[in-house]
């Protein structure tokens, strides 16, 4: 819905990986330089801290471009077995404190 807001912790893995907490899931994936942005991708999940298996996790498909000064993201997420994806959003991803999460 419009104007709805999601608020996760960011922070980058030992690895040069991007982690990113919601909730009792941690989503970690790698970043590729792609078209003026990034794309986010070998997406890997921890569920209260046990890995999710890669059969078992959802697929999915990100990206981030800076416009306006500020980074808009567009994510597609779809299920494992699945071929079309069942959850689309977009939107702006605004810093608003630093944290070190720390994995």
């Known amino acids: 819905m419009d104007g709805q807001v999601m608020e996760t912790v960011q ?3 030992p690895d040069g990986g991007l982690a990113e907490r919601m909730g009792a899931v941690v989503a970690i994936s790698r970043l590729v ?3 003026g942005g990034l794309d986010l991708v070998d997406w890997r999940f921890r569920c209260l801290g046990v890995p999710v298996p890669r059969r078992a996790a ?3 498909a990100a990206r981030e471009r800076p416009e306006a000064g500020r980074y808009r993201f ?4 779809g299920l494992p077995w699945g071929r079309a994806p069942v ?4 939107g702006w991803l605004d810093v ?7 994995g």
């Open 74 to 77: 567009e994510i597609s997420i």
């Open 87 to 90: 959850l689309r959003y977009h």
């Open 33 to 35: 330089p792609a078209q």
């Open 11 to 13: 922070w980058a893995t």
């Open 58 to 60: 959802p697929k999915v």
């Open 96 to 102: 608003t404190e630093a944290a070190d999460e720390g």
